[in-house]
């Protein structure tokens, strides 16, 4: 009877035996094929939900560091023969995940991951009502209190097992290939004095690349010369406001309900006066009837309502300006609709009394810090002072590859990626509110990236939001951006997040209401 033999690790073997020849190595199995992947267990699934399962367990995978990123995950054959499930499983729950911005096809190089889950929700690991473990501090007495300037800080340091904070884009979505390819385009033809200091109005590459954008998608005509570059939209209106306090302007209307974040900032520089806001948008009567000589407008969607400057306002608004008003336009949210066409611009037609912000925190990341700013002629020297004074002009190699981005047309596909995905990750939402707070009513779901919901009742939105935190869920309450009375209610924000998540994020919501 024969024993086996060890072949020496520097030799092979060809198909014949003969181990005094010698053939090409057989390539070694891929680590992630085969069915000790992730030890997966389809046993464990429950009837009907493998596809669901099997999302859930790549997502924990992919979040816990198990499955980094750049890891390749099995090819579909292979995992759904290891698991003995039909292929289309494995697709459909790869495809959820493409969804979600965790992992990206790669044609021949398979399926990669791309990014780690922000959050990862699943009803048998975290139930909506489940407690988060115990800390030192009480987070959730950020709420307990009048916000503090820094408050949306501190809030984003608090961990939670859900967040659902407004104003949060899609960060896995980020376009991080078409960024490298702009960069190593850009890296290419670029000459050692672009390296140098530049125009505090930024380059004119991208100045007039965002001409060219702002003409195409809002209907703005502006020379690329008019183009201020800024770090965001709150450097602009830190800019603007400068300007006109410098011009003897002291006080600035706001919207009610309106952003806190906007009236803090303003705060710095002018007193600001609350402009009622209804379902067509700001109250131009009151704002005629305040005495203020400029407003700041959200007209495209108004945060936190939604709702849109209709045409009898925008009427009213123009007359407003003629005698002498002046508009500060943040055109937020404009790009993100879905259910309606889009919105003119106020600085299409009032190019000399509306000062117009924009940024592109909403449709590629806040990180990048690149916004614009257009000014009418009076306070466009000031401005670009200010500019100058605070930081000499934006770095320079980011707007370059920005420029590259949205001249190369891959900004723009971006965008019709986003709209996909938003509009999903919106239903998501409405739909768990109808399923979970059916006596909510829900405000602003035509556009943007969030909703506000209101609620009828003895509630207290802040004590609301601070039992959900406790609960690991993070949303807003709606008094944070309400200067006068208002109905009580959240501002959800659903971008960020998958419709799992964004499903047990408003179980848990609905659950801390009830009691």
């Avoid at 990014?115 to 407690?131: C, H, K, R």
């Avoid at 809030?155 to 376009?175: C, E, N, Q, S």
């Avoid at 919105?343 to 990180?367: D, F, H, N």
Wanted: positive net charge.
């Amino acid at each position: 009877m024969s024993s086996a033999k060890t072949v020496p690790a520097d030799r092979s073997i060809t198909a014949g035996g003969d181990p005094g020849r010698t053939s090409p190595p057989v390539p070694e199995p891929s680590l992630n094929a085969g069915a000790d992947f992730l030890h997966l267990d389809v046993g464990q699934a429950p009837p009907g939900g493998r596809a669901t399962w099997l999302a859930d367990r790549l997502r924990r995978a992919i979040a816990d560091g198990v499955v980094p990123i750049g890891s390749r995950l099995p090819a579909s054959r292979t995992l759904a023969a290891d698991l003995g499930v039909s292929r289309g499983v494995v697709v459909e729950a790869y495809q959820r995940l493409m969804e979600d911005g965790h992992v990206a096809g790669r044609g021949r190089a398979g399926t990669v991951v791309v990014a780690s889950a922000l959050t990862v929700t699943t009803s048998a690991a975290a139930p909506p009502n489940a407690a988060p473990p115990a800390r030192e501090a009480d987070p959730a007495a950020v709420f307990r209190s009048a916000p503090a300037t820094d408050v949306f800080d501190t809030v984003r340091t608090i961990p939670a097992r859900i967040d659902l904070t407004p104003g949060v884009p899609d960060l896995a979505a980020f376009p991080r290939a078409a960024w490298m390819r702009a960069e190593k385009a850009v890296l290419g033809r670029l000459v050692a004095a672009d390296l140098g200091y530049g125009d505090p109005c930024g380059t004119p590459t991208l100045r007039r690349a965002v001409a060219g954008w702002l003409a195409r998608s809002r209907g703005i005509g502006v020379d690329p010369a008019e183009v201020i570059i800024t770090t965001g939209v709150s450097q602009a209106l830190g800019l603007l406001a400068q300007a006109l306090r410098a011009d003897g302007v002291s006080t600035v209307g706001v919207e009610d309900p309106g952003s806190l974040g906007v009236r803090q900032h303003l705060d710095n520089w002018l007193t600001t006066v609350p402009i009622p806001v209804d379902a067509a948008g700001v109250r131009v009567d009151e704002l005629a009837a305040s005495g203020v000589p400029a407003v700041m407008l959200t007209p495209a969607h108004q945060f936190p309502t939604g709702a849109v400057l209709d045409g009898e306002r925008r009427r009213q608004l123009a007359a407003w300006t003629r005698t002498g008003g002046l508009v500060i336009e943040d055109d937020y949210d404009a790009e993100h609709r879905y259910d309606r066409p889009p919105v003119p611009a106020l600085r299409a037609t009032l190019p000399e009394r509306v000062c117009y912000a924009g940024s592109v925190s909403k449709l590629l990341a806040p990180a990048l810090r690149i916004g614009w700013l257009l000014v009418p002629r009076r306070y466009r020297e000031a401005v670009v002072a200010a500019k100058r004074n605070a930081d000499l002009g934006n770095a320079v190699l980011p707007q370059l590859v920005l420029a590259e981005l949205i001249t190369s047309g891959a900004f723009e596909r971006q965008l019709r990626l986003l709209r996909q995905r938003h509009v999903r990750r919106r239903d998501a939402m409405t739909a768990a509110l109808a399923r979970h707070l059916p006596e909510a009513t829900v405000h602003g779901a035509a556009a943007g990236l969030h909703l506000m919901v209101t609620l009828d009742g003895d509630v207290v939105d802040t004590e609301l939001a601070a039992a959900a935190l406790a609960r690991g869920v993070k949303v807003q309450p709606l008094s944070w951006h309400c200067l006068r009375p208002y109905r009580p209610g959240l501002v959800l924000g659903y971008a960020a997040n998958t419709a799992s998540a964004i499903d047990a994020g408003i179980a848990t919501v609905a659950a801390v209401r009830r009691g």
